[in-house]
């Protein structure tokens, strides 16, 4: 297959040439090489460097940009950056490229971006500049000192498209990288905003975890008597939950007798042993957010269709009585801030079966909560009458007698 690179750096440059060793041709384009001769002379030999962008792309039938989206250079973490404001990446490399590369390809082509956008930039900004041929993102997880392998080698591919569809556009990529990469590699197909969400999230999540096994070290020099590698080798070999699947459904906050009062007591002790930060407080606060973010959301719906609203679920998890850290009183907290009483139910703290007519909150999933035991079925605890709406959090309820709303599924299909 005849592919372009647009943006043979650091990133580019190595995943061309091994398409070039896969029997591909590549032709490839770099503003760095065609100002020196020499460089350009060096690079020209795997992949058929370009003196233009439509040279490059001419014959192309899937053209990859790799091209940066940098910061200003102060925010790159080599200095403070905390004091400063928060700044999006800049996109201006990657809009000239796609503007030039949209006024010479055809709807035979395909565009690729690969560069590192935040969520929503694609379809908001980037998406309707191609207007001559089609448009896919497909971010890369590839760490530098390793770059030929990583692409090789990928923990997945992510493939971007307007409406998430894995026909068209989407499989054509995967079949293109089946002849490239490792035959067992995952594909997460999604919608250009899922796939920038999965690129930026994959990053901040390594991020959090290395400042909390550091923030182990930091203890360990305060407290004394720590050895910092003990503490982390048993947390890493925790594969049920730290370390596994589990917890990775976005639903109901964290709850019970333990949870968050170990982060409230750890506040306690940022503060005693001086570590001059304070994760557990962030922690929290976002915990808090979240739940008032929920009660709002329930109160406008309940407003737009005159109910009142009903929690199901008000223990701290399924199949308990017990109340304490309950995640959902703390939802009902921010309800009741807002001038309505949620109507409470649950078996083992609150049994009324109704009927009702009302905006229910769906807390409970129990299959959710014990999934690494066995499969459980969740049944309503009381009886909802026609006209009810039901917000689930855990995105798994279907009952064609109610207006359900998947909380935290936003894709609508084009």
């Known amino acids: 297959m005849k592919i372009a690179f647009i943006g043979c750096g650091k990133l580019g440059l190595p995943c061309a040439e091994e398409i070039v060793k896969a029997g591909h041709e590549v032709t490839g384009y770099d503003p760095a090489y065609i100002k020196d001769d020499r460089t350009f002379k060096k690079h020209n030999g795997l992949i058929d460097l370009k003196h233009t962008i439509p040279e490059a792309v001419k014959f192309a039938k899937i053209v990859f940009v790799a091209v940066p989206t940098p910061h200003d250079p102060s925010y790159d973490g080599r200095a403070p950056t905390a004091h400063l404001a928060p700044k999006d990446f800049d996109y201006t490399i990657v809009k000239q490229v796609l503007n030039e590369c949209n006024s010479v390809m055809n709807p035979a082509q395909m565009i690729v971006l690969i560069s590192t956008v935040l969520p929503g930039t694609v379809r908001r900004e980037l998406a309707p500049m191609i207007t001559s041929t089609r448009f896919v993102y497909n971010p890369y997880l590839i760490a530098m000192g390793s770059v030929a392998w990583d692409f090789r080698n990928p923990e997945m591919i992510m493939i971007g498209t307007q409406d998430g569809s894995s026909t ?147 223990a701290y998890k399924p199949n308990v009585p017990y109340k304490d850290g309950s995640y959902s009183l703390l939802v009902a907290h921010y309800c009741e801030q807002q001038g309505m009483w949620p109507i409470l139910v649950d078996p083992h703290t609150h049994a009324q079966r109704g009927p009702f007519k009302a905006v229910a909150l769906l807390a409970h999933n129990a299959n959710i909560t014990y999934k690494y035991i066995n499969e459980q079925k969740q049944e309503l605890y009381c009886y909802l009458e026609k006209g009810s709406v039901i917000v689930d959090p855990w995105r798994q309820y279907e009952d064609d007698r109610y207006k359900v709303i998947h909380y935290g599924n936003t894709r609508t299909l084009a």
């Open 168 to 314: 068209g556009d989407a499989q054509e990529l995967v079949d293109f990288y089946s002849t490239v990469i490792e035959s067992d590699t995952r594909y997460e197909i999604g919608t250009w905003d899922e796939c920038e969400c999965i690129k930026v999230f994959y990053n901040t999540f390594i991020s959090t975890k290395i400042a909390l096994v550091n923030m182990i070290q930091d203890v360990a020099l305060k407290q004394g008597n720590i050895n910092v590698d003990v503490v982390t080798q048993a947390l890493a070999k925790s594969s049920k939950r730290i370390m596994g699947p589990q917890y990775m459904t976005a639903g109901m906050g964290d709850g019970g007798a333990c949870h968050p009062r170990d982060n409230i007591a750890l506040r306690y002790m940022a503060q005693e042993l001086g570590l001059g930060y304070d994760l557990f407080d962030e922690i929290m606060f976002a915990r808090e957010k979240q739940a008032e973010n929920l009660a709002k959301f329930l109160v406008n719906i309940a407003q737009e269709n005159n109910l009142p609203i009903l929690i199901h679920g008000v």
